[in-house]
């Protein structure tokens, strides 16, 4: 698969059925809102789990030095949790150019905060696109994040503020922590010693 998805995203679904549609946000959408929303609330899905497992060359590094930032893996008996945002259609022209490194768009059930369950649509990276870097230790995560900018800015602050989003909304993800963790012990003097 391409690193540019955003044409193969306008054909997986025929969102033109929808006035209004959910999306599921649990990255940078959860607090990099460039979109008009009609509501939002809390929600999660299950099976997937939150890992920093998808390489960025357009937002958050380069082609020769990719940042990492977040994608979902298939985990049972897990549930990931984010935010819904009750969308119209139009807005996924902007959304599949921003999410157009290696995501795809798959409708996936929701579970509201209030018990009900919607269909909604989720951008997720898997293994079979060209930007994917997969699983490597916390410590070597750390330090390709630390390292990494593109033209969206600091990798480093891509985690930061989504741990930082995730405490504010309450939400518990130990990788993120983990790996927030690992980034704040790192200073480069350290990395200049390697």
């Known amino acids: 698969m391409s690193f540019d998805t955003s044409n193969e995203n306008k054909t997986r679904q025929d969102l033109t059925q929808f006035d209004q549609i959910w999306l599921f946000a649990y990255g940078s959408l ?16 299950t099976g997937w ?16 030095a ?29 959304l599949d150019i921003r999410e157009k490194n290696g995501y795809l768009r798959h409708q996936t059930t929701l579970h509201l905060n209030q018990g009900d369950t919607k269909q909604g649509i989720i951008y997720i990276a898997d293994k079979h696109n060209a930007a994917y870097l997969g699983p490597a230790p916390v410590d070597e995560m750390a330090k390709q994040i630390h390292r990494c900018h593109g033209p969206s800015g600091a990798n480093r602050d891509y985690l930061l503020a989504l741990n930082q989003s995730l405490n504010i909304l309450g939400i518990q993800d130990p990788n993120i922590q983990q790996l927030a963790a690992a980034v704040l012990g790192l200073n480069d003097k350290q990395l200049s010693d390697e």
């Open 30 to 45: 959860l607090y990099k809102v460039d979109f008009d929303y009609i509501e939002k609330r809390p929600a999660y899905i």
């Open 49 to 64: 789990a939150r890992k920093f497992w998808q390489g960025s060359h357009d937002h958050r590094g380069t082609h020769q």
């Open 66 to 94: 990719p940042g990492r930032v977040v994608t979902l893996v298939p985990q049972p008996n897990t549930q990931c949790h984010g935010i819904a945002y009750k969308v119209t259609p139009q807005v996924f022209e902007h």
